[in-house]
């Protein structure tokens, strides 16, 4: 079936065309590059995967309950439109809340792959563009997981947001090579990145929390890629330059805070735009949420080094200030960690099974005989 056909509403651009700015650089220098960075392209090398083998296809999903919700995490609940649903309404909000989550996270990884592309050809530096190459593969890895999920479990996908378009537009649109770093490696993936993390800690099916453990792992070298990129650059900045990109990063907080929150769903049930975004607002679930969005990108923005007093000031009014003293290697390590684990729970629980099976099979032989 054509995705085209799973929307809720039509995109409102079935091919969208960003135009193309800034220059291609080529670097004639083979020989080393930065230690840390070449590194990483190793790991990167190294921790490639398959999404059909290491995910679990064969596990069913509910699609009435895909992510195991909890009933108070719903927007709705609580409000005269919770007590006029039915179960098969509640069912049915599930569907649309994780359908127009995971239509999010998926339409982003189009854009980080996209932009990891065009971070290997606008970025002056070798070592940096073997790394990003990788990247581009695992971005691409992504969006084919979500994708599936979404068609495969979900059968139904919404739009892309227009503020999550409208943030990747600019990020694609600059013509400085340090922006695709900047607006997708710290704003877009750091958002997803808290996003993909709430969800995995959350979730109580399997087959989600492995699509978000096993994306995590691969996020956790992004990250950590931005930030080894835009610290050496950003040291180099004029004080005017410095503060045109914490503009950029002010903008795209405010921007993903107040207007990255699900209103289209309450919409397709009905509810007009405006006391959609008024019950959206009054959640004490999105509150926390939105606190923790910013879990990645404060810590990671003051590590690069933008943290003049103008952005220390937005994040003093967003209310996140404090988590710019979060250990962001320890963050990333865990998911690290978390993945690593899940496999080895996974192929343990596999294992034994085969042993059984092996030793069923034994015991029937000797009955035959």
Partial sequence: MS??????????????????????????????GRERLLALYQKGKDKQWDGDKRIDWSLEV?????????????????????????????????????????SQFLHGEQGAMVCAARIVESVPDLDAKFYSATQTMDEARHAEIYGRFLHEKVGMLYP???NLQGLLGDTLRDSRWDMPYLGMQ???????LAAFGMIR??????????????????????????????????????????????????????????RLSGVEVLENFGIGKQEAKDLTE?????????KLLFSRIVPCVKDIGLWGPRLQKA?????????????LDLLMSQDEEIAEELDRERFAAEEQARVAEVAEAIGEGRQVA
């Avoid at 927007?75 to 809340?97: C, I, N, Q, S, V």
């Avoid at 995590?216 to 005017?240: K, N, P, W």
């Avoid at 009054?282 to 939105?290: A, D, G, N, P």
Wanted: glycine share 6%; net charge negative; aromatic share 12%.
């Fill in 62 to 102: 509910d699609p009435a309950d895909p992510l195991g919700t909890p009933d108070e995490a719903l927007t709705l609940y609580g409000t005269p439109h919770w007590a006029k649903m039915t179960e098969r309404d509640r069912g049915e909000l599930r569907t649309h809340y994780t359908s127009w989550q995971f």
């Fill in 201 to 258: 800690d959350t979730t109580t099916k399997p087959l989600p929390k492995q699509i978000l453990a096993y994306v995590m792992q691969d996020e956790a070298r992004h990250v950590a890629f931005g930030r080894m990129a835009l610290r050496d650059y950003y040291g180099q900045l004029s004080d005017a330059e410095l503060r045109e990109r914490e503009e950029f990063v002010i903008e795209g907080c405010y921007l993903m805070r107040d």
């Fill in 3 to 32: 995705t085209h056909d799973l929307y809720t509403t039509p995109p409102a651009e079935p091919v969208w065309q960003v135009p193309a700015t800034g220059a291609a650089r080529f670097s004639w220098d083979y020989d080393d």
């Fill in 315 to 327: 994040y003093v009014d967003m209310g996140v200030l404090e988590l710019g003293d979060s250990n």
């Fill in 282 to 290: 009054r959640s004490e679930f999105l509150q926390l949420f939105r």
């Fill in 160 to 162: 892309v947001n227009d």
């Fill in 186 to 192: 710290v704003l877009i993936e750091g958002l997803a």
